[in-house]
């Protein structure tokens, strides 16, 4: 009984910064793991960052030293701080995260609806 909703996104030009949003509501009990990932027309969908309860961060290697995404426990949120777009970097990027609504049933994985990020040239 979680949803994730993603706010953010848009049209940038190149070189540009965007920034996502991504909060969880419900009966959260906790959250572990949260992550984006992001999909082009006709490829599969990639993971893009990663960051534990910890706070212990994964990068796909396309966006390590542009992209950081970051979180606020108090809010149920995380965010993907997104700098120096490229062209490459147009998708549909989609939040993600590991739930507990109960303390008996085992975590639950949520997707957020998708939000559109397109970079012009």
């Known amino acids: 009984q979680a949803l994730l909703m993603q706010s953010g996104g848009g049209l940038v030009q190149a070189g540009g910064s965007l920034r996502l949003s991504c909060a969880a509501s419900g009966s959260i009990v906790s959250i572990n793991a949260m992550g984006w990932y992001r999909q082009a027309p006709g490829k599969q969908r990639e993971l893009v960052a990663s960051?534990?309860?910890?706070?212990?961060?994964n990068y796909a290697d396309s966006v390590k030293g542009r992209f950081t995404i970051s979180r606020d426990n108090a809010k149920n949120t995380v965010y993907l701080q997104m700098s120096s777009l490229r062209p490459e970097d147009t998708a549909v990027y989609y939040c993600?995260?590991?739930?507990?609504?109960?303390?008996?049933?085992?975590?639950?994985?949520?997707w957020g609806q998708g939000t559109q990020v397109t970079v012009s040239s």
């Open positions: 960051i534990t309860s910890g706070g212990s961060t």
């Open positions: 993600n995260a590991d739930i507990i609504t109960t303390l008996v049933l085992p975590r639950r994985n949520y």
